[in-house]
């Protein structure tokens, strides 16, 4: 079974740009996450969707960070404009629902210059 | 108080030694636990769940005491390849359907 897939795996940008994110989950999870990991930290919930509405978004950044599930299958999400502490690994998780497993993607590393 | 807190290690362990890592949550409503492994440079994966009543998978048993809020893992006989780090995950209780609550881990070198 295909795992969690993200792109890009590395993105360096320079801060004040904009970058974007992709996510494929495992077929049939109805949910998605999208978790921000700082080095030396464990990784922090951004946004959870179920299917394509959004459950939690309390943690997300709204003033530069979006993000969105159209037709409840894969998912971007973005940063406009990022700034240094962005810097960080985006890992995207799916689960077959809310309270089950939660399978990782590899993560994106973006490094904001 | 952080949600979840964890040793701040790094463990620094001979093969064949036996370690234990702590971690205490601050939320009394939250029902699920968890550990979870991260290689370095790749994504966190599920190593066992986390039962009141204590649970072993081969080398390595978690417990939970709920009273104290807190909860462990033991590793015996240490091999190199257990060589992560190790996530404490509590999911979180009331209105937070599923959120992982993540503390910062606590890294392991398991040394020749």
């Known amino acids: 079974e295909a795992g969690v897939a993200q792109s890009p795996r590395y993105k360096i940008i320079e801060k004040r740009q904009s970058v974007a994110f992709w996510c494929n989950p495992i077929?049939?999870?109805?949910?998605l996450y999208w978790y921000q990991q700082i080095l030396g930290q464990g990784p922090k919930l951004l946004i959870q969707f179920q299917n394509n509405g959004v459950v939690d978004d309390s943690q997300l950044p709204k003033d530069r960070f979006s993000a969105e599930r159209l037709k409840g299958v894969d998912s971007t999400l973005k940063i406009q404009p990022a700034k240094l502490e962005d810097s960080a690994v985006y890992l995207c998780?799916?689960?077959?629902?809310?309270?089950?497993?939660?399978?990782f993607g590899p993560g994106t590393r973006l490094l904001v210059l | 108080r952080k949600e979840v807190e964890q040793d701040p290690g790094p463990f620094n362990v001979p093969e064949g030694a036996t370690v234990a890592f702590n971690c205490t949550y601050s939320n009394s409503a939250s029902q699920s636990f968890f550990w979870y492994r991260q290689d370095c440079r790749k994504e966190p994966k599920l190593l066992m769940s986390v039962y009141s009543s204590g649970n072993e998978d081969g080398r390595f048993t978690a417990q939970l005491n709920r009273a104290s809020q807190y909860i462990s893992l033991l590793i015996r006989d240490s091999k190199l390849s257990d060589s992560a780090t190790y996530l404490c995950?509590?999911?979180?209780?009331?209105?937070?359907?599923?959120?992982?609550?993540f503390g910062k881990g606590t890294k392991l070198s398991v040394k020749p």
């Open positions: 998780a799916s689960s077959f629902g809310a309270q089950e497993t939660q399978y």
């Open positions: 077929s049939g999870h109805a949910t």
């Open positions: 995950v509590v999911r979180g209780a009331g209105g937070s359907q599923g959120n992982l609550i």
